[in-house]
């Protein structure tokens, strides 16, 4: 838990701190964070990992194109990814105060400039991701996960799956042993990746 700008820790100021315009503070701070414990020791890059949700989707979409190389593996899970059309999809009209308007020529520049599905390169080397959505999430829509991955595959890179859970919405999957296969899952892929190298 890196309680980076943007959230709702430390009052409505430090929310503000990183909206609209401002939303690459969250990022920044985040790799602060991973920097900070590869520089102490706490651990090194092919032993980081990191996972988010939702908007923290967005912050690990972010990790990945922008921070591509402090990363060992990331778990990006119903995330919203591309900001230059996500006020098409579901829930996203409402989510304009917090991230801007793409039909205002100035606030779609800046979206442009968090939007993973927008930076992802066929040239950049990227670390191992897991994209998780769910077919009945009513907030953000499994498209941003399908896009990316489908994307980024055509592109080349080997290391990017999709796990899309079909009786899920936003939150986990209605059954316990959906839930508890979930996690198994995400635990297992990080093993994997993590203990590799």
Known sequence: ?????????????WHQAALKQYRYRAYEDFAAVANDLIIRGVTCVTRLAAQGGSNGGL????ML????????????????????NYHRWLAGPSWIAEYGDPYVVEERQWLQRYSPFDKVSPVECYPPVLFTTGTQDDRVSPAHAREMVALMQQQGHSNVWL???????HGSA???SQVAFYHAMIEEFLW????ER
């Open 192 to 195: 994997q990746i993590l203990t």
């Open 163 to 169: 796990y899309e859970e079909t009786e899920a919405g």
């Open 59 to 62: 912050l690990i979409g972010n």
């Open 65 to 84: 194109t922008d921070y591509p190389t402090q990363f060992g593996a990331l778990v990006c899970e119903v995330p919203l990814l591309d900001m230059t």
């Open 1 to 13: 838990m890196a309680n980076i700008r943007g959230g709702g820790e430390y009052g409505p100021e």
């Open 174 to 176: 209605p059954e316990n």
